[in-house]
């Protein structure tokens, strides 16, 4: 993700981040921007769910792993699990057809053994699979 939408993200929803000691702490947003409209809708959601249910959803790791997004919140209360990570699934499942080079539609290509979900251009010419 580039540093202007990771400013942008943080900004709005630092309250949202567990800070150092946790990986978010450590490397932040670990995803490519292609995915920068869905992290920030995901953001939003899980953002409105918590003020309304008066819940503290911090989320520990949010990355790129095996071409899809993933999200990992801390401990949450009973009642408010699976409302959460229903969330969290929808979006995941949206990353599946989602390239993330640059946020067409795609699907999940292996590339010498990493699965990336690609775009039919970004499938031709993969960037590289670090997310420098």
């Known amino acids: 993700m580039n540093e202007t939408t990771q400013k942008q993200l943080l900004d709005k929803y630092s309250h949202l981040f567990a800070g150092e000691g946790t990986p978010f702490g450590a ?20 953002d409105k769910y918590g003020k309304e249910n008066k819940v503290e959803i911090k989320i520990l790791q949010l990355k790129t792993k095996l071409s899809s997004i993933r999200c990992y ?29 640059c ?3 795609g699907k999940v290509k292996n590339f010498n053994g990493w699965l990336k979900t690609v775009c039919p251009e970004h499938s031709k010419n993969p960037k590289s699979n670090t997310l420098n």
């Open 103 to 105: 946020g067409q539609a």
């Open 73 to 101: 919140v801390s401990a949450l209360p009973e009642t408010n699990f699976d409302s959460v990570f229903r969330i969290i699934d929808k979006y995941e499942e949206i990353s599946k057809v989602t390239c993330e080079e």
């Open 27 to 46: 490397w932040g947003f670990e995803t490519h921007d292609g995915w920068n409209d869905l992290v920030a809708n995901l953001l939003a959601e899980l």
